[in-house]
């Protein structure tokens, strides 16, 4: 085969900091550029510039003659550990993110290519921070009033500092320098966001005596590293009175080891090892996609959205047709088709909904299932053998059964036999349970409804892990939930990247923690963060980053979502919540049972929210095209009479790879 050599040029401002180990490199379509796998990029070849504002960075590379070439440029460092592997880890710090990577098409011996600026093409500056390829993520999180010094009734003005160090290997200098073995540690950079009216922006610098603490800020600091287990951190408190001498209060040590996703009280030290008072901080742990992370850089929609009307969103499919126990007043149904089926979530497409919103739980044995609360209801009959009319149901949580388990018994949700006069019929054995089709039985598993729905329909999929309620209650009465917040994302995320195609997908939770891990454990859907404020509907839920739209606004911003799904009631009381969303461009749904009603939705719409939830999709006609369908049929040449051709396929087909679109 002949070959072409691309000469490739790319510019950049100097490397950010934390990148300065990192290397422009170049990722593509071919074999040759790597088949866009994050392991084998090609790294350029920094050339020196004039310009001390930029470095040009350069590489040549033999591509196959006469073919379409897509490319994109990322900044990636490589890193090989020091357990006497070759392996080399590859981080990716940023990357080129437009919906349409770069395009050449090779001819001739040579091509050179004009020089690019890195991450401005098409007219557009898209770039992102990278996903967890092979290193681990670690948080901590200081807010309210974190601070207790022993003798004191309120701890005085104060600022936090936070070092991170990770311990390696000595080298053979260092050995022979030092009269007794220490250990060697390196320095990792540390981020901090610090969220109040005023800032948000992660930044890497920390004062010689940390960041000033108010008590409105929420503080969140962040490193990354390869090895968690042999890292820690270190977290000094300053006095910061006016006037005095500044002094340190105490330092506390958190061991990477012992890092977890829950609250803890660390105990202060003093310089004499004394203990002076505690620290309460909120420690998170997210971990790279396991078994082995599956993205590439072949495409990312983490931050798109196309301006569109704003989209319709059913509930669960049709909407809910069973009655919801976390709300506190009742509110009536609004569905005849059992919810989060998936002959629902068909139904919905065929009355027109853009999106439907639907709960994700993952089994005991890892398999992801559609349904909204976290228990199911067992009859007696099931449990131990008796008749299946009997008054008293078992509640288990979900993910205490194997699917296997959930799909012998033929299960209703609990809240509806407590609370609803449209009871199913109770779970039963096999040989007295009715035939039920498997598109109408609950607990579908996400892998079923992926394959089993048009893709001309969008998922909205929250990801349900039980929260704390402000009152000190649980949502989930169980004391544990058997899977840790890690398991069961990558046990979503693969099934998404597996199944998902060229399905418009988009994730979500309340959790602020899983919101995160969905954000950074992969690099194709984008993620919106669901929040309400103090209602008399719903319990709050306990945690500084789950108190309403000016917090999760800030909270969104910082960590790189796409968006917030927001109760109505709170847009609709607070406009200009909606329009700071805007301005700091976010999109915006809404959920809430209000969203049934016209008016509220028309009042929705004016103030330019980009999608509604609501149950009320059976006030559509059938066959009723929604927005993707339109589009798609719109371009199709396949046209009698202004209707579409039976031929014309399902979903809308890419010219260039012969796979349906997702923008």
């Given at each position: 085969?002949?070959?072409?050599?691309?000469?490739?040029?790319?510019?950049?401002?100097?490397?950010?900091?934390?990148?300065?180990?990192?290397?422009?490199?170049?990722?593509?379509?071919?074999?040759?550029?790597?088949?866009?796998?994050?392991?084998?990029?090609?790294?350029?070849?920094?050339?020196?510039?004039?310009?001390?504002?930029?470095?040009?960075?350069?590489?040549?590379?033999?591509?196959?003659?006469?073919?379409?070439?897509?490319?994109?440029?990322?900044?990636?460092?490589?890193?090989?550990?020091?357990?006497?592997?070759?392996?080399?880890?590859?981080?990716?710090?940023?990357?080129?993110?437009?919906?349409?990577?770069?395009?050449?098409?090779?001819?001739?011996?040579?091509?050179?290519?004009?020089?690019?600026?890195?991450?401005?093409?098409?007219?557009?500056?898209?770039?992102?921070?990278?996903?967890?390829t092979s290193q681990t993520e670690m948080h901590?999180?200081?807010?309210?009033?974190?601070?207790?010094?022993?003798?004191?009734?309120?701890?005085?003005?104060?600022?936090?500092?936070?070092?991170?160090?990770?311990?390696?290997?000595?080298?053979?200098?260092?050995?022979?320098?030092?009269?007794?073995?220490?250990?060697?540690?390196?320095?990792?950079?540390?981020?901090?966001?610090?969220?109040?009216?005023?800032?948000?922006?992660?930044?890497?610098?920390?004062?010689?005596?940390?960041?000033?603490?108010?008590?409105?800020?929420?503080?969140?600091?962040?490193?990354?590293?390869?090895?968690?287990?042999?890292?820690?951190?270190?977290?000094?408190?300053?006095?910061?009175?006016?006037?005095?001498?500044?002094?340190?209060?105490?330092?506390?040590?958190?061991?990477?080891?012992?890092?977890?996703?829950?609250?803890?009280?660390?105990?202060?030290?003093?310089?004499?090892?004394?203990?002076?008072?505690?620290?309460?901080?909120?420690?998170?742990?997210?971990?790279?996609?396991?078994?082995?992370?599956?993205?590439?850089?072949?495409?990312?929609?983490?931050?798109?959205?196309?301006?569109?009307?704003?989209?319709?969103?059913?509930?669960?499919?049709?909407?809910?047709?069973?009655?919801?126990?976390?709300?506190?007043?009742?509110?009536?149904?609004?569905?005849?088709?059992?919810?989060?089926?998936?002959?629902?979530?068909?139904?919905?497409?065929?009355?027109?909904?853009?999106?439907?919103?639907?709960?994700?739980?993952?089994?005991?044995?890892?398999?992801?299932?559609?349904?909204?609360?976290?228990?199911?209801?067992?009859?007696?009959?099931?449990?131990?053998?008796?008749?299946?009319?009997?008054?008293?149901?078992?509640?288990?949580?979900?993910?205490?059964?194997?699917?296997?388990?959930?799909?012998?018994?033929?299960?209703?949700?609990?809240?509806?036999?407590?609370?609803?006069?449209?009871?199913?019929?109770?779970?039963?054995?096999?040989?007295?349970?009715?035939?039920?089709?498997?598109?109408?039985?609950?607990?579908?598993?996400?892998?079923?409804?992926?394959?089993?729905?048009?893709?001309?329909?969008?998922?909205?999929?929250?990801?349900?892990?039980?929260?704390?309620?402000?009152?000190?209650?649980?949502?989930?009465?169980?004391?544990?939930?058997?899977?840790?917040?890690?398991?069961l994302v990558d046990a979503i995320i693969n099934?998404?990247?597996?199944?998902?195609?060229?399905?418009?997908?988009?994730?979500?939770?309340?959790?602020?923690?899983?919101?995160?891990?969905?954000?950074?454990?992969?690099?194709?859907?984008?993620?919106?963060?669901?929040?309400?404020?103090?209602?008399?509907?719903?319990?709050?839920?306990?945690?500084?980053?789950?108190?309403?739209?000016?917090?999760?606004?800030?909270?969104?911003?910082?960590?790189?979502?796409?968006?917030?799904?927001?109760?109505?009631?709170?847009?609709?009381?607070?406009?200009?919540?909606?329009?700071?969303?805007?301005?700091?461009?976010?999109?915006?749904?809404?959920?809430?049972?209000?969203?049934?009603?016209?008016?509220?939705?028309?009042?929705?719409?004016?103030?330019?929210?980009?999608?509604?939830?609501?149950?009320?999709?059976?006030?559509?006609?059938?066959?009723?095209?929604?927005?993707?369908?339109?589009?798609?049929?719109?371009?199709?040449?396949?046209?009698?009479?202004?209707?579409?051709?039976?031929?014309?396929?399902?979903?809308?087909?890419?010219?260039?790879?012969?796979?349906?679109?997702?923008?």
């Amino acid at each position: 085969m002949s070959c072409t050599t691309a000469i490739f040029q790319v510019s950049c401002p100097i490397l950010e900091s934390g990148e300065e180990d990192a290397v422009m490199c170049i990722t593509g379509s071919c074999e040759q550029l790597g088949d866009w796998d994050p392991k084998r990029v090609v790294q350029m070849v920094q050339n020196s510039a004039e310009d001390s504002n930029k470095r040009i960075w350069k590489a040549d590379v033999s591509l196959p003659c006469d073919s379409e070439i897509k490319y994109r440029y990322a900044i990636c460092s490589f890193h090989k550990l020091t357990n006497g592997s070759t392996e080399e880890k590859v981080i990716v710090h940023r990357w080129e993110t437009n919906v349409t990577p770069r395009m050449l098409f090779t001819e001739g011996v040579q091509l050179c290519q004009e020089e690019h600026i890195f991450g401005n093409y098409d007219d557009q500056q898209n770039t992102d921070t990278g996903w967890l390829t092979s290193q681990t993520e670690m948080h901590i999180l200081i807010h309210g009033q974190p601070l207790t010094l022993q003798g004191c009734d309120e701890a005085p003005p104060f600022s936090i500092k936070v070092t991170a160090r990770q311990e390696r290997a000595t080298t053979p200098e260092e050995e022979t320098t030092s009269k007794k073995r220490k250990k060697v540690y390196d320095v990792l950079p540390v981020f901090i966001r610090v969220l109040n009216k005023n800032e948000y922006e992660p930044r890497l610098h920390q004062h010689e005596y940390g960041r000033h603490f108010h008590q409105d800020d929420i503080m969140m600091f962040s490193v990354q590293t390869l090895k968690p287990d042999t890292m820690s951190f270190k977290v000094e408190i300053f006095s910061q009175d006016i006037g005095d001498a500044i002094e340190n209060l105490g330092v506390a040590t958190i061991l990477g080891r012992n890092v977890r996703c829950a609250p803890r009280c660390i105990p202060l030290i003093d310089q004499d090892m004394d203990n002076v008072g505690t620290l309460d901080v909120m420690c998170s742990i997210i971990k790279p996609l396991q078994p082995e992370s599956v993205c590439n850089f072949e495409e990312s929609y983490s931050k798109h959205w196309k301006s569109r009307r704003c989209v319709e969103i059913g509930h669960r499919g049709m909407g809910r047709s069973l009655v919801d126990k976390s709300l506190l007043v009742h509110i009536p149904t609004n569905s005849n088709i059992p919810e989060n089926t998936v002959k629902s979530l068909q139904q919905a497409l065929k009355h027109g909904a853009d999106f439907v919103e639907f709960d994700i739980h993952v089994t005991k044995d890892r398999v992801p299932v559609i349904g909204h609360d976290f228990q199911a209801a067992l009859t007696p009959s099931d449990v131990l053998g008796t008749q299946a009319d009997a008054p008293l149901y078992l509640e288990v949580p979900i993910n205490y059964l194997n699917l296997s388990e959930i799909d012998s018994l033929k299960t209703g949700q609990c809240m509806v036999l407590e609370h609803t006069d449209k009871k199913p019929s109770p779970c039963s054995s096999p040989a007295r349970a009715p035939k039920v089709p498997k598109e109408m039985q609950l607990f579908p598993t996400l892998q079923f409804a992926l394959e089993g729905v048009d893709l001309d329909l969008g998922f909205l999929v929250e990801v349900k892990y039980p929260m704390d309620i402000v009152e000190g209650s649980k949502e989930m009465p169980h004391e544990k939930h058997p899977l840790e917040r890690n398991t069961l994302v990558d046990a979503i995320i693969n099934i998404l990247m597996k199944y998902g195609g060229k399905r418009r997908i988009i994730l979500c939770a309340f959790d602020p923690q899983v919101c995160i891990m969905l954000r950074l454990k992969q690099n194709k859907y984008p993620v919106v963060y669901c929040n309400f404020g103090p209602s008399e509907r719903y319990e709050l839920y306990a945690g500084p980053l789950c108190t309403g739209i000016p917090v999760s606004l800030l909270f969104a911003k910082s960590m790189g979502f796409l968006g917030l799904s927001s109760h109505s009631l709170d847009l609709l009381q607070k406009p200009e919540l909606a329009a700071a969303c805007n301005e700091a461009n976010l999109i915006t749904f809404c959920w809430g049972e209000d969203n049934n009603d016209e008016e509220t939705v028309r009042r929705l719409k004016d103030i330019k929210i980009h999608g509604v939830i609501h149950d009320s999709m059976a006030k559509y006609p059938e066959n009723r095209n929604n927005i993707f369908r339109e589009e798609r049929l719109s371009r199709s040449p396949l046209t009698i009479n202004g209707d579409i051709s039976q031929q014309v396929a399902a979903i809308e087909i890419n010219k260039d790879t012969g796979e349906p679109s997702m923008t």
